[in-house]
């Protein structure tokens, strides 16, 4: 190696370690004056978490609070077993009878993957009936309190 090059590649050298230095020299000195303003280092510090404590089963005015289903008798099964998959408003939107409840549990059970309920099936239909009746559906009220008013041409 030439002195040429020996001499090129002290200064490359010298320079790499200028910048390193430069870089330690700066961020010393902000730190410094971050330390000034916050002398305990207390924005590093972890902040300590709060978990709020949710009581998942709580009734309130006869409600399950978290899936607004009534309080009755198998309420907790249907939560257990309803509720793992799918939202209870999809429950509370589908009003059935015994027949067409058990009709659509073989479905969720054949194409949805829904473990086999075993003694717990009577146990949610016996709940969704009772508490969920189906409704007859027909046509609308008959509209009534109405101020009906001439058009005018």
Known sequence: MSEKEKLIRLV??????????????VSFGGFMIYYKADPNLTALKPKPQ??????????ENGIH???????AEGLMTVVNNCTNCHSSKLILQNRMN???????????Q????????GDNQEIIVNYLV??????????RENLSNIEW?????
């Open 12 to 25: 490359r050298v010298v320079h790499q370690l200028t910048i390193i230095a430069l870089v330690l020299v």
């Open 130 to 139: 009772t508490n969920y009746p189906a409704k007859k559906k027909g046509r």
């Open 110 to 117: 054949e194409t949805q993957n829904l473990w086999d309920l």
């Open 65 to 71: 609070v978290r899936t607004g289903l009534v309080e």
């Open 50 to 59: 709060v978990v709020a404590v949710v009581d998942d089963n709580k009734i």
């Open 98 to 108: 015994a027949e067409r409840w058990n009709a659509t549990i073989k479905w969720m």
């Open 149 to 153: 008013y001439e058009l005018e041409d």
